[in-house]
């Protein structure tokens, strides 16, 4: 079983960072990513990294944030700068053995908890 434990979220103002740490007992993950679903809204990509490779981003975000993985620590991070109000929601860390992908969710069937990000305007 994957256990994925997110941390880091609160509440900041436009403009502010944040940074979100997603730790697990696994080691070499396939694939680990970032989601956010804010209120009424449905759930959607944010970042994707496979292991060793490369990382991917949802347009919404690039440029403003950066996903890395530790795997010595076996941790997933989320850098997040330049936030602003539609940024808001729950961001839940996920984990693949066989896709990587931040345009749906489908083939991801381990999840974090997530952590809640709130910012005002």
């Known amino acids: 079983?994957?256990?994925?434990?997110?941390?880091?979220?609160?509440?900041v103002q436009t403009g502010g960072s944040l940074r979100l740490n997603c730790t697990t007992t696994?080691?070499?993950l396939y694939c680990m990513a970032w989601f956010r679903q804010a209120p009424g809204k449905e759930r959607e990509g944010v970042a994707s990294i496979v292991l060793g490779g490369r990382t991917v981003y949802a347009d919404?975000?690039?440029?403003?944030f950066t996903a890395s993985r530790d795997y010595t620590k076996n941790t997933l991070y989320l850098q997040m700068n330049g936030l602003s109000p539609e940024d808001t929601g729950m961001y839940y860390c996920a984990a693949s053995s066989t896709v990587c992908r931040v345009h749906s969710s489908a083939g991801f069937p381990y999840w974090g908890q997530g952590t809640q990000v709130t910012v005002s305007s």
């Open 1 to 11: 079983q994957v256990h994925l434990v997110e941390s880091g979220g609160g509440s």
């Open 60 to 64: 919404s975000v690039k440029g403003r």
């Open 26 to 28: 696994a080691t070499s």
